[in-house]
């Protein structure tokens, strides 16, 4: 069983930034690919960024390429998410998962664990 606990949400104007963290239970972390994916209300669930579980592999939704950065600290079992350059669409409930068989996909389907998310809201 694996635990998410994501922070670091909040209010912020468009234009700024916010980092996100997931704290993950779990002897294990570095053997799980860890996402990242938003809900807006109304809407789907999508995916914005996934990581390896060594870090050396990324990939991101194409409208977050450029602005946001996933990162990973396997000793202190946390992926983070750095968001820049945060536009009003972009409020969401921000979620992590884990993903803990081969492979970092990018459909929510494919993720075992999630966190209970963290509230990102951008104002104009």
């Known amino acids: 069983q694996v635990q998410l606990v994501e922070s670091g949400g909040g209010l912020v104007q468009a234009g700024g930034s916010l980092r996100l963290s997931c704290a993950a239970s779990?002897?294990?972390?570095?053997?799980?690919?860890m996402g990242w994916f938003r809900q807006a209300p109304g809407k789907e669930r999508e995916f914005v960024a996934t990581?390896?579980?060594?870090?050396?592999?990324?990939y991101y939704a194409d409208s977050v390429k450029g602005r946001f950065t996933i990162s990973r600290d396997n000793a202190k079992n946390t992926v983070y998410l750095q968001m820049n350059s945060l536009k009003p669409e972009e409020t969401a409930v921000y979620y992590c998962?884990?993903?803990?068989?081969?492979?970092?996909?990018?459909?929510?389907?494919?993720?075992?664990?999630w966190g209970q998310g963290t509230q990102v809201t951008v104002s104009s």
């Open positions: 998962a884990a993903r803990t068989r081969y492979g970092f996909p990018t459909s929510r389907y494919e993720y075992d664990y």
């Open positions: 779990g002897r294990t972390f570095n053997n799980y690919a």
């Open positions: 990581m390896s579980g060594s870090g050396g592999t990324t």
